[in-house]
């Protein structure tokens, strides 16, 4: 399996651009997370999906994030407008069966926010 | 305030070393406490604990739990070059009917040859 993959893995735009970023979980994961780390604060879920349904994007900082799941094999998070604290490096992670089970995360995305 | 707390931040040691990681947490409804391993790229899955007392183990790599005094060691024994590495503890835990995963700041290991 190829695992996860993500892409863009870097992205580099100006402040107030549309930034969308992709994902694509291990084939038959039923679980979907996006994550943002800084080093300020670490490691963060923002949103996770079960079955392609959000199920709790308590961790999504702003309106202007916002994340969707079309498919089973597919997932996007879009920042609009983006704004250069939203710099960070931005995972996709997928697990099957049971949200506890251990995750598998993609090679993340390094975003840069001029 | 953070929910979970690992430490020492950071630790330099040299090969063949041995060394423990702690991670403390408080959360209610806890279901897991897992912990990664991140180089330069994707955290990468080590251990995930449900129970106290029981410990996990991948040759050099153990870990354990104690749930009443809420917090997991991870030991590295015989350390290698390549252990280096940031070590993250999370801990899952049901907030309301969702669930939940906090992740601590880690812990950077720097093994010198």
């Known amino acids: 399996d190829a695992g996860v993959i993500q892409s863009p893995r870097h992205e580099v735009t100006e402040m107030g651009q549309e930034v969308t970023l992709r994902c694509k979980p291990i084939?038959?994961?039923?679980?979907l997370f996006w994550y943002r780390q800084t080093m300020m604060r670490g490691l963060e879920l923002l949103i996770y999906?079960?079955?392609?349904?959000?199920?709790?994007d308590s961790g999504m900082p702003e309106d202007r994030f916002s994340a969707k799941m079309p498919n089973a094999s597919f997932s996007t998070l879009k920042i609009q407008p983006s704004e250069p604290r939203d710099s960070a490096v931005y995972f996709c992670a997928s697990s099957y069966w049971d949200v506890y089970n251990e995750q598998f995360f993609g090679p993340g995305t390094r975003l840069t926010v001029l | 305030e953070d929910k979970v707390v690992q430490s020492p931040l950071s630790l330099v040691v040299h090969e063949g070393d041995t060394v423990t990681l702690n991670c403390s947490y408080e959360?209610?409804?806890?279901?897991?406490l897992l912990w990664y391993k991140q180089e330069k790229k994707a955290p990468t899955f080590l251990f995930m604990l449900t129970s106290s007392g029981i410990e996990k183990k991948s040759g050099r790599l153990s870990s354990i739990l104690d749930k009443k005094e809420l917090f997991s060691i991870l030991n590295i024994t015989a350390t290698q070059t390549g252990d280096s590495a940031v070590y993250l503890c999370a801990v899952s835990y049901s907030g309301g009917s969702n669930y939940k995963l906090t992740f601590g700041k880690g812990t950077l290991l720097t093994v010198n040859p």
């Open positions: 959360v209610t409804n806890f279901r897991s």
């Open positions: 084939s038959g994961h039923d679980y």
């Open positions: 999906f079960n079955n392609n349904v959000p199920i709790d």
